[in-house]
């Protein structure tokens, strides 16, 4: 018996090399799309909005919490001139929060132009963020 499950847990074909043609960029395994069908025989499908998921361990609730604010991103998180040290704790933190928040929404607002919904949310699961392109 024990032959018996041998021989039906090994593969008939030895496993084959991955296809590497396929453009692994497209893999996007943090990230969740929500469709409407249009009618239920029709196989077409609108976006309605992206969800994208960030890990709640680097992106903390209190990370976006400070880090959510009307700012210029460019300005004040890309190029900012100096950034503080560990001889000040909270504005360290709040840079921290900033730079993990700016890049979080940037990425999420990349994937809704590049999809096309109108909407979209930022998830860590303790921390929703909604996000509107108008």
């Not at 030895?14 to 249009?38: C, E, F, G, K, V």
């Not at 239920?40 to 969800?51: F, L, V």
């Not at 809704?112 to 909604?130: C, D, K, N, R």
């Amino acid at each position: 018996m024990a032959e018996e499950v041998v021989d039906r847990d090994t593969p008939s074909t030895p496993p084959s090399t991955p296809d590497h043609r396929l453009d692994l960029n497209q893999l996007r395994p943090d990230q969740i799309y929500i469709y409407r069908s249009d009618n239920a025989s029709s196989t077409r499908r609108t976006m309605i909005y992206i969800s994208e998921y960030k890990t709640p361990h680097k992106l903390t609730a209190p990370h976006l919490r400070l880090g959510l604010r009307p700012m210029n991103i460019y300005k004040e998180v890309v190029n900012r001139k100096t950034i503080p040290t560990s001889v000040d704790p909270d504005a360290r933190f709040q840079y921290h929060a900033e730079k993990l928040t700016a890049a979080a929404i940037t990425q999420t607002y990349h994937y809704m132009i590049e999809g096309g919904p109108e909407y979209g949310l930022l998830t860590t699961g303790e921390a929703v963020v909604f996000l509107k392109i108008d």
